[in-house]
């Protein structure tokens, strides 16, 4: 029984039936409808506050790329002052008001749970959840994410991978 399985295997083309299988797991992935899987792990992430980690993480970025970026920002500025305001140095000021008021937001909305922006964060991750689950041009944006990863080259190659290794 075994050497007949063995010569079973050994007969097939492997090219042919490794490009048979791929192509049924493009065409299994390219049918599930992902949105609204999505849709309720998001749910369940916020049920479960595990989303906070996430939104504490986009905060803590903020923070790091407005300090990183600062220079561009008084740069922006003092191109947009006006003459005025660059001899006066008013812009300089203007500029460090600026960045400071915005340090000081994220900080605030890094201790602060109830931060009216972190709030209106938390509603927008409750709206993508909801509208991953039920709205249908959401649904749609992500079938063509989908259709775009599968088509990507890398995943091409993932899915090589595994068939070579299974």
Do not use: C
């Not at 923070?63 to 990183?68: V, Y």
């Not at 005025?84 to 749970?113: C, N, Q, V, Y």
Request: aromatic fraction near 4%.
């Amino acid at each position: 029984l075994r050497a007949m399985e063995r010569s079973m295997w050994a007969a097939l083309d492997q090219d042919r039936l490794g490009g048979m299988v791929k192509g049924a797991i493009v065409q299994r992935l390219s049918a599930i409808d992902f949105a609204p899987i999505l849709g309720e792990a998001l749910s369940a992430a916020i049920r479960e506050d595990r989303h906070v980690p996430l939104l504490d993480g986009a905060i803590r970025w903020a923070s790091r790329t407005l300090e990183a970026n600062e220079h561009l920002i008084r740069q922006m500025i003092h191109d947009r002052a006006g003459s005025i305001l660059r001899w006066t140095g008013l812009d300089e000021t203007l500029a460090d008001k600026i960045i400071d008021g915005l340090l000081r937001l994220l900080d605030e909305m890094s201790i602060d749970p109830a931060h009216p922006l972190r709030v209106r964060a938390e509603d927008g991750l409750y709206n993508l959840a909801a509208d991953l689950q039920d709205d249908e041009h959401m649904r749609a944006r992500v079938a063509a994410l989908r259709d775009e990863l599968l088509e990507n080259p890398a995943m091409r190659r993932w899915i090589d991978g595994m068939w070579e290794q299974a």
